[in-house]
């Protein structure tokens, strides 16, 4: 073992002859100097080169974290130890600060979902609104009126089918996150069949759940029922939630949006075979007052 030795554990390594640190260091500094936004951070804080050297490890740290946010592969993705969060360096006197912050992503995401009082779409679309759908001839009058909704806060009805895999989900979800971004809200995105599965099992095991949920439902600023149709029909579906509840909404006036994979016409038509045709009938009229139609999606990759 030699004089300077390190001891690492039980090994001892040699140490770095001190050229080889100078050169390291110098390494360094020049990665500081040639990464131009660091290096405009470093003139910002009004560093002199004697500071720059004596916290040369936690700038290069910073520059690090910084530039995997720079090329950041997503929230869900994020590579860091600490995930989501990110280094921030200050000041202080003669000496550096090191601070760990909420992304500006992730922390938009926990924004987003406070204004959601349910949302069930899938957890890679959190991090979507409409400026991620494609426009097409075909989608632009949906975006057009999707936009305008959440620019004039304007009190509409949609009811949206066609083909699958034309998007109807993925452009309502964003849709909800561009709603939630506005500032507007709560927001319910649910998945009709999960919707009334719950309501039902609620009715008979926690009647105060089940009234609570419903009122919600009710009154919140914006719902939208994905995959309507998909539930179970019962008399049940119909007089006890669905009928009450797009009624209430309606003379309200409050936002609903559908999302479907069938024709207002097979809607009634299950309805109707399954309750009775006056409830299905009663059903579809209500729907086609207030949004005017269907909007009918043809098999386009939005993704």
């Known amino acids: 073992m030699a004089k300077n030795d390190f001891k690492v554990g039980n090994n001892y390594l040699p140490k770095a002859p001190f050229d080889g640190i100078e050169a390291l260091e110098k390494e360094f500094l020049d990665g500081l100097k040639e990464d131009k936004e660091i290096y405009a951070k470093i003139q910002e804080m009004g560093l002199?080169?004697?500071?720059?050297?004596?916290?040369?490890?936690?700038?290069?740290?910073?520059?690090?974290?910084?530039?995997?946010?720079?090329?950041?592969?997503?929230?869900?993705?994020?590579?860091?130890?600490?995930?989501?969060?990110?280094?921030v360096v200050k000041k202080n006197g003669e000496f550096l600060d090191r601070e760990y912050t909420l992304c500006d992503k992730y922390a938009a995401i926990l924004a987003r979902e406070a204004r959601y009082v349910k949302a069930d779409f899938k957890e890679e679309w959190k991090e979507?609104?409409?400026?991620?759908?494609?426009?097409?001839?075909?989608?632009?009058?949906?975006?057009?009126?999707?936009?305008?909704?959440?620019?004039?806060?304007?009190?509409?009805?949609?009811?949206?089918?066609?083909?699958?895999?034309?998007?109807?989900?993925?452009?309502?979800?964003?849709?909800?996150?561009?709603?939630?971004?506005?500032?507007?809200?709560?927001?319910?995105?649910?998945?009709?069949?999960?919707?009334?599965?719950?309501?039902?099992?609620?009715?008979?095991?926690?009647?105060?759940?089940?009234?609570?949920?419903?009122?919600?439902?009710?009154?919140?600023?914006?719902?939208?029922?994905?995959?309507?149709?998909?539930?179970?029909?019962s008399d049940f579906a119909f007089s006890t939630v669905l009928f009450p509840l797009l009624t209430t909404r309606a003379n309200n006036d409050l936002p609903t949006m559908f999302t479907s994979d069938f024709t207002m016409k097979?809607?009634?038509?299950?309805?109707?075979?399954?309750?009775?045709?006056?409830?299905?009938?009663?059903?579809?009229?209500?729907?086609?007052?207030?949004t005017g139609g269907e909007t009918v999606l043809e098999g386009l990759n939005v993704y």
């Open 48 to 87: 002199t080169g004697k500071e720059v050297k004596a916290n040369l490890a936690l700038l290069t740290s910073y520059q690090e974290d910084y530039n995997i946010c720079k090329k950041c592969p997503g929230v869900d993705a994020c590579p860091k130890a600490a995930q989501h969060y990110c280094i």
């Open 266 to 290: 097979e809607i009634q038509q299950m309805y109707g075979e399954k309750v009775a045709p006056a409830r299905g009938r009663q059903l579809m009229q209500l729907i086609k007052m207030k």
């Open 128 to 233: 979507k609104d409409l400026r991620n759908v494609d426009m097409t001839n075909k989608r632009n009058p949906l975006l057009r009126k999707l936009l305008s909704i959440v620019a004039k806060n304007e009190k509409q009805w949609i009811y949206l089918t066609g083909d699958y895999g034309s998007g109807r989900s993925y452009i309502m979800a964003c849709f909800a996150n561009s709603y939630a971004d506005s500032g507007k809200g709560p927001i319910a995105f649910c998945d009709s069949a999960t919707l009334l599965n719950g309501l039902r099992d609620a009715s008979v095991n926690n009647k105060e759940r089940f009234a609570r949920d419903l009122d919600t439902l009710k009154s919140v600023p914006l719902l939208i029922l994905d995959g309507f149709g998909n539930e179970y029909k």
